[in-house]
């Protein structure tokens, strides 16, 4: 067999993309009695997601975890920031927030319980990413074993002991079913008050929803308790080293000679010399800005998964041309963001014609979140916290600070704000999404803000918000929310003025 040349380098093995070993210890009966006692609870408080319920069963898990011993150390600090997004459910009642704030309670939960045994916050590269996804589809898939382990075990031992008495008991049970049951339709057929005592009105649809949701919450449980109580990850080498320098440089230089054309195109536009493009194409500037919004912020996700792979698979070399996909990987970062400026400027010029939603609102918020992706991607690209690998942990904080920051300043009373001010600047207002597509959240602030409005338009805002039905009063406590409050309040003291 001939051997390769030294200048030519083997492919390194995948040696990183390996299930990691599950718990390392035997887990207590306690450990499996929690965990349905929690589901139960989670069965119980289930009003609605946008409810301090949610907030409450956080509460309870993190302190289930940590007494059982499954949840200690830097695992802490996430948890208690799941607790936190987990409390926001009962403070915004947003459709674009809520869903958000369960999202990133989970994603805590997880993140604690995969640091419970070692690892850093601010340290996790695509390796230790992948190979703690991979434990906690083990985790997932075999934690219902390990919880339930002891009372098996347990089971099998009294089994044992009382196999031999009960055995009798059952063949007389046997036996005695069906005169029992003959019998019994007898004595109901000729007297009803005696048959009226058999005639339990249970809804077995509604029990098996409840059984369904404790199952699934026991089996959420499992997994968190049995990824707590696997060994660490063990940091190794990202991926397997198979791109060489010259086709790294190659697919680098075709993005930045790509974007430097289309920042290029941009110049163009801001000077004013596609007006003929965009006559000859019968788009407005408006509908022009709409139509590549998207498009652009797809090119941008597509770029940083490029440059990623790039990053992690291109194997080192000389000095001058590790010097070269550096500065080619950093050009591209940079042109990058000029993708980004532009979508973000389409969408303020739509916004600007049309007004503020929701929707317009995440998605700018979203390309801002890339583009801040996007620098700290730079700056580890030029060494910046080496030799830790922050950006992941970087990206995953950048976007849970946005949605705090979507919290605080009350995304949809901002979405009302700017429409009123929007119309007082163009005498265009869609009161029908103000009144029927925003929520609660929103309700305090279009009550306040209708002043502004001319009497028609003041009118039909009234009506629709008076005619809205918020909160239940026969809800439970556990169902309560700050904004649901505080928009009944309003829309009582405005409807009884009015």
Same mark, same amino acid.
Request: net charge positive; hydrophobic share 55%; proline share 6%.
């Given at each position: 067999?001939?051997?390769?040349?030294?200048?030519?380098?083997?492919?390194?093995?995948?040696?990183?993309?390996?299930?990691?070993?599950?718990?390392?210890?035997t887990a207590s009966t306690r450990v499996g009695g929690w965990l349905l006692a929690v589901a139960v609870l989670v069965d119980v408080l289930r009003p609605g997601a946008a409810s301090i319920a949610v907030?409450?069963?956080?509460?309870?898990?993190?302190?289930?975890?940590?007494?059982?011993?499954?949840?200690?150390?830097?695992?802490?600090?996430?948890?208690?920031?799941?607790?936190?997004?987990?409390?926001?459910?009962? &403070?915004?009642?947003?459709?674009?927030?809520?869903? +958000?704030?369960? @999202? #990133?309670?989970?994603? !805590?939960?997880?993140? =604690? /319980? *995969?640091?419970?045994?070692?690892?850093?916050?601010?340290?996790?590269?695509?390796?230790?990413?992948?190979?703690?996804?991979?434990?906690?589809?083990?985790?997932?898939?075999?934690?219902?074993?390990?919880?339930?382990?002891?009372?098996?075990?347990?089971?099998?031992?009294?089994?044992?002991?009382?196999?031999?008495?009960?055995?009798?008991?059952?063949?007389?049970?046997?036996?005695?079913?069906?005169?029992?049951?003959?019998?019994?339709?007898?004595?109901?057929?000729?007297?009803?008050?005696?048959?009226?005592?058999?005639?339990?009105?249970?809804?077995?649809?509604? &029990?098996?929803?409840?059984?369904?949701?404790?199952? +699934?919450?026991? @089996? #959420?449980?499992?997994? !968190?308790?049995?990824? =707590? /109580? *696997?060994?660490?990850?063990?940091?190794?080498?990202?991926?397997?080293?198979?791109?060489?320098?010259?086709?790294?440089?190659?697919?680098?230089?075709?993005?930045?000679?790509?974007?430097?054309?289309?920042?290029?195109?941009?110049?163009?536009?801001?000077?004013?010399?596609?007006?003929?493009?965009?006559?000859?194409?019968?788009?407005?500037?408006?509908?022009?800005?709409?139509?590549?919004?998207?498009?652009?912020?797809?090119?941008?996700?597509?770029?940083?998964?490029?440059?990623?792979?790039?990053?992690?698979?291109?194997?080192?070399?000389?000095?001058?041309?590790?010097?070269?996909?550096?500065?080619?990987?950093?050009?591209?970062?940079? @042109?990058?963001?000029?993708?980004?400026?532009?979508?973000?400027?389409?969408?303020?010029?739509?916004?600007?014609?049309?007004?503020?939603?929701?929707?317009?609102?995440?998605?700018?918020?979203?390309?801002?979140?890339?583009?801040?992706?996007?620098?700290?991607?730079?700056?580890?690209?030029?060494?910046?916290?080496?030799?830790?690998?922050?950006?992941?942990?970087?990206?995953?904080?950048?976007?849970?600070?946005?949605?705090?920051?979507?919290?605080?300043?009350?995304?949809?009373?901002?979405?009302?704000?700017?429409?009123?001010?929007?119309?007082?600047?163009?005498?265009?207002?869609?009161?029908?999404?103000?009144?029927?597509?925003?929520?609660?959240?929103?309700?305090?602030?279009?009550?306040?803000?209708?002043?502004?409005?001319?009497?028609?338009?003041?009118?039909?805002?009234?009506?629709?918000?008076?005619?809205?039905?918020?909160?239940?009063?026969?809800?439970?406590s556990w169902a309560w929310n700050w904004s649901r409050e505080r928009a009944a309040a309003a829309i009582a003291a405005a409807c009884h003025a009015g």
């Open positions: 067999m001939t051997s390769l040349p030294a200048t030519v380098q083997r492919p390194e093995p995948i040696r990183w993309l390996v299930v990691p070993p599950g718990p390392d210890r907030g409450l069963v956080a509460m309870v898990v993190v302190t289930v975890l940590t007494g059982l011993g499954l949840l200690h150390d830097r695992g802490l600090v996430p948890a208690c920031l799941a607790v936190t997004f987990a409390c926001a459910a009962g &403070v915004r009642a947003s459709p674009w927030l809520v869903p +958000l704030d369960l @999202l #990133a309670a989970a994603g !805590l939960l997880v993140w =604690a /319980a *995969s640091l419970a045994r070692g690892g850093r916050l601010t340290d996790l590269g695509p390796d230790q990413l992948a190979q703690r996804g991979l434990r906690l589809a083990r985790s997932t898939i075999c934690g219902p074993a390990w919880v339930a382990g002891p009372l098996h075990a347990r089971a099998r031992r009294a089994g044992g002991r009382h196999t031999a008495r009960a055995l009798p008991v059952v063949r007389g049970v046997l036996l005695a079913a069906p005169v029992v049951v003959a019998l019994g339709l007898l004595l109901g057929s000729s007297d009803a008050v005696f048959a009226s005592l058999f005639d339990l009105d249970v809804d077995l649809p509604d &029990v098996a929803d409840h059984v369904v949701v404790i199952a +699934l919450v026991w @089996l #959420a449980g499992c997994a !968190l308790a049995t990824d =707590a /109580a *696997s060994p660490p990850i063990v940091r190794r080498e990202a991926v397997p080293r198979l791109l060489g320098q010259v086709e790294a440089a190659v697919v680098l230089a075709g993005l930045v000679v790509l974007f430097a054309l289309f920042a290029a195109a941009q110049v163009v536009t801001l000077a004013g010399g596609a007006a003929h493009v965009l006559e000859t194409a019968g788009l407005t500037r408006a509908q022009y800005a709409r139509s590549g919004f998207f498009q652009l912020l797809a090119v941008a996700a597509l770029t940083l998964a490029t440059l990623t792979v790039v990053r992690s698979t291109v194997r080192s070399g000389a000095p001058r041309a590790d010097r070269l996909v550096r500065t080619l990987t950093l050009a591209a970062v940079a @042109l990058t963001q000029v993708v980004v400026v532009v979508a973000i400027t389409r969408l303020a010029l739509y916004v600007d014609a049309y007004g503020l939603s929701m929707l317009r609102l995440c998605t700018m918020l979203v390309a801002g979140w890339i583009g801040v992706v996007f620098a700290g991607f730079g700056a580890a690209v030029a060494g910046v916290g080496a030799p830790r690998r922050w950006l992941v942990p970087f990206a995953a904080a950048s976007g849970l600070a946005a949605l705090l920051v979507l919290h605080v300043v009350n995304a949809e009373a901002l979405v009302v704000r700017h429409n009123l001010t929007h119309w007082e600047r163009t005498g265009r207002l869609d009161v029908a999404y103000l009144t029927t597509d925003l929520s609660e959240d929103a309700m305090p602030a279009l009550l306040a803000g209708s002043e502004r409005l001319d009497p028609p338009r003041r009118a039909r805002v009234r009506t629709a918000v008076c005619a809205r039905r918020v909160g239940d009063p026969d809800a439970p």
